[in-house]
Structure formats: structure tokens, C-alpha cells
């Protein structure tokens, strides 16, 4: 599945362009517009939590859009991959996928197919052995980001706990029935990341991050997909 907005074609047609040799397979969920929601009302309904005030309408729609898709998890009783409009695969990430679930850990809750490069990254190498990384560059082009994820020859799977970013995963039903129960009302929760300054995120991968420890969480390492992230055109800001 992919979450686009109806007002913005041409990021559903980039999508499409990216991910051509899977077409067929990837359907298209309607985001849900922040410009069409209103906070005090989502609060009156229980949906948003008084902390959470201070995101933006975007950061509020991407939220429920993305659990739009969990519940759509949950109803088809089957794993769905989710990836956001801005989405960009290392080529054959098809083929290179299958052979990853292959090895994935058992009874897993969520896959994490990559993260945003600007934010840190806390995976379990070894039990009760932790590595905090930070990436360099923050920020890569389309085609820097394509070079990076076609130079990999090897990932693995990791346990998460830190991440920022939801460019591209894949739900169990009962991971996806976990972050439903979970997740709502929506609200600010701090990224605590041993030895890094306290983080305070006010969007849904934010919260997450207090979560990931406790779930069945997974990230692949080195990434499969990222996300293009651009601040400059972001609709979540």
C-alpha cells in the first residue's frame, strides 16, 4: 500500500515511476488531508491528547493516514507493506525483500525497511548489546540516496529501538492491532536515547519510539528503502 493525498498527483506518479516493476502490486490508500481536520474536535473525540496541540495538521493527517492502513492490516488478516509517497527502493527491492523474510525473526510485530538519515538510529546488535549511530550526510538528493542503496551487497535484520521515519514498513496483523490499541490519542512523547540530548517529536514516528522496545520491532540494516525527506516540500510541516 501507499499513502498519497488526492491533491498531489504528481507525488503518487513519482511513486508509481520508482516503483514500476511493482505496480501491480502496490494499491493506492488516500492519505487523510490535515487541512481538513480540526484539533479541538479531534481532542472532544478522544483522538488527540492536549500534548499533542502543538503538531501540525499535516504531522496530524500522516498520523491517521497511517492508521488507516493498520486498520486495513487488521481486516485483511495479512501483513501489508506500507510505504509513504516519497518512498525511494534499492533496485530489484522485490527479490532482495523475499530473500530478507526469508531470515526474518519469528512471530515479528513490524518490519522496519529504513529510517530518515537525519535522525539517529538504535538497533540490538548482540542481546543486551545496543549501537546508537548517526548517519553522514543528513541529508542526500535522489540520486545520491539511489547510490547508496544500490551499493549494498548484504542487509540484515536488527531489534529496533530508535527510529524517525515510516517511509517504508511492514506490519503483522498483531503488530498492527498492538499499534492501534497503542497509539491512541495521539500525543508527545520524549525520544530518550542513552548519551544523546532528550528529543521531543510531535508526530506519529516520534511516538513510536516509545513503543519499538516493547514490540516485536525489527529494522533492516543497512536500508532497503528510504525516504526522500525533503523539508523543503514536506506536507507534514
Not at 94 to 108: C, I, S
Not at 197 to 209: A, E, F, T
Amino acid at each position: 500500500a501507499v499513502i498519497s493525498l488526492m491533491r498531489t498527483p504528481e507525488r503518487l506518479q513519482i511513486f508509481r515511476e520508482h516503483f514500476a516493476d511493482s505496480k501491480g502490486d502496490i494499491f493506492w490508500i488516500p492519505g487523510v488531508d490535515g487541512a481538513t481536520l480540526s484539533k479541538s474536535e479531534l481532542i472532544k473525540r478522544g483522538l488527540l491528547h492536549p500534548s499533542a496541540e502543538t503538531w501540525s495538521l499535516g504531522q496530524i493527517g500522516c498520523a491517521i493516514s497511517h492508521m488507516r492502513c493498520h486498520l486495513y492490516c487488521i481486516r485483511s488478516g495479512r501483513p501489508l507493506v506500507i510505504f509513504e509517497d516519497d518512498a525511494l527502493p534499492a533496485p530489484g527491492w522485490r527479490y532482495k525483500l523475499q530473500l530478507l523474510l526469508q531470515d526474518a525473526p519469528h512471530d515479528w510485530e513490524i518490519l522496519l525497511l529504513g529510517w530518515n538519515l537525519d535522525s539517529c538510529l538504535q538497533l540490538e546488535w548482540s542481546i543486551g548489546m545496543t549501537s546508537t549511530s548517526l548517519c553522514n550526510p543528513r541529508y542526500l538528493d535522489s540520486n545520491q540516496m539511489l547510490n547508496a542503496l544500490t551499493s549494498v551487497n548484504q542487509r540484515s535484520w536488527f531489534r529496533l529501538h530508535k527510529a524517525l521515519g515510516l517511509a517504508g514498513y511492514i506490519l503483522s496483523p498483531r503488530g498492527a492491532q498492538r499499534l492501534l490499541s497503542w497509539a491512541w490519542p495521539l500525543r508527545t512523547l520524549p525520544i530518550e536515547v542513552q548519551d544523546l540530548p532528550l528529543r521531543i517529536c510531535s508526530s506519529l514516528d516520534g511516538q513510536l519510539n516509545s513503543l519499538y522496545p516493547e514490540m516485536n520491532a525489527w529494522v533492516c540494516f543497512p536500508p532497503l528503502v528510504l525516504g526522500l525527506n525533503n523539508k523543503k516540500v514536506s506536507l507534514t510541516q
